[in-house]
């Protein structure tokens, strides 16, 4: 009987274990999703970023939750620009109606304790001057 009961300690302990080691992946996944959308978010904050894009990655270090997560953003791509709707065009020179583009944003966010990497792509429309023209 002590033997049985010793059993069911160690496979009650080990149980309870395996829970929390799922339960903090599932954290520092959820951490390492914030911390990328935190750093598309600073991206996104710079209008430079859309006038001359980086042709190269750009980083960020964001501690979320008391961990800090090594931010990744990959050169935003423009994937097609319209003039913006609901403008009269001005008859005068450099007049005319602005110009909405859609950007595409990735950044990946690693966490090197846990071994935490999660990807995350955001769409964005930009309002840019007159005549503005993707620059891929």
């Known amino acids: 009987a002590l033997v049985v009961l010793t059993l069911l300690a160690v496979v009650a302990i080990r149980s309870a274990t395996l829970g929390l080691r799922i339960g903090g992946n599932a954290q520092a996944?959820?951490?390492?999703e914030a911390a990328a959308?935190?750093?598309i978010d600073r991206f996104l904050s710079n209008i430079a970023n859309f006038e001359t894009p980086p042709s190269n990655n750009t980083f960020e270090n964001i501690t979320i939750g008391g961990r800090t997560y090594r931010v990744t953003i990959a050169p935003p791509s423009c994937k097609g620009s319209v003039t913006a709707p609901g403008y009269s065009l001005v008859?005068?020179?450099?007049?005319g109606?602005?110009?909405d583009q859609v950007w595409q944003i990735s950044a990946t966010a690693t966490q090197s304790l846990f071994g935490a990497s999660v990807g995350v792509v955001q769409?964005?429309?930009?309002r840019m001057p007159v005549g503005t023209a993707c620059p891929n």
């Open 123 to 126: 769409g964005v429309k930009v």
């Open 37 to 39: 959308q935190a750093g």
């Open 97 to 99: 109606a602005p110009v």
């Open 91 to 95: 008859i005068k020179p450099g007049g």
């Open 29 to 32: 996944a959820l951490e390492a």
